[in-house]
């Protein structure tokens, strides 16, 4: 089965056969949880720094502060993972090197999700972050494997 994560989402998975894939990761940050014990995964699309203005209760795994925590238990409580077996892996959070660019969504979403990691005890072992482009992401539950599909962004503010 092949399941889509859109914006501010996410999905876990424990079948082998199923492949995870989210699209167009700009400022958005991927962030992959994966038990090689398990052979399972963990995928949320992470579109905003925090949850301060609201929105955590019906899109938890669209907060950068919400979605490392949330989408460890979603997979403790329907996959039956522990914190200890977790390999994480990080994609996206571009950095436009902008000077327009007075918001820095991309710095901001990385930067708070690497703190709630180093908070959780979580280590991320694969990461592909900043720069220019954006990415796709297309994992595989069956044997961890994130194929990332990288596209240049032509960014004007």
């Known amino acids: 089965m092949e ?6 989402g996410y999905a876990v998975s424990g079948s082998p056969e199923d ?10 940050v991927g962030l992959v949880y994966y038990s090689m014990g398990r052979r399972c995964m963990g995928m949320a699309h992470i579109q905003l720094p925090d949850a301060r203005n609201g929105g955590a209760k019906d899109l ?11 989408l ?5 409580k329907k996959l039956g993972v522990s914190r ?13 090197r902008s000077e327009q ?3 820095r969504i991309g710095e901001k979403n990385l930067e708070v999700v690497k703190g709630v990691l180093r908070q959780m005890g979580l280590r ?3 990461v592909d972050t900043g720069g220019q482009v954006s990415r796709t992401l297309i994992a595989s539950v069956a044997n961890g494997v994130v194929e990332v599909i990288r596209r240049p962004m032509q960014i004007s503010l």
């Open 3 to 8: 399941h889509i994560v859109g914006i501010g």
């Open 19 to 28: 492949v995870i894939k989210t699209f167009a990761l700009s400022t958005c």
């Open 60 to 70: 938890p795994s669209r907060f950068a502060d919400v979605a490392p925590g949330f």
């Open 72 to 76: 460890l238990s979603e997979m403790i």
């Open 84 to 96: 200890r077996e977790i390999l994480v892996s990080l994609y996206g959070g571009i950095d436009p």
């Open 101 to 103: 660019d007075c918001f």
């Open 124 to 126: 991320y072992s694969a």
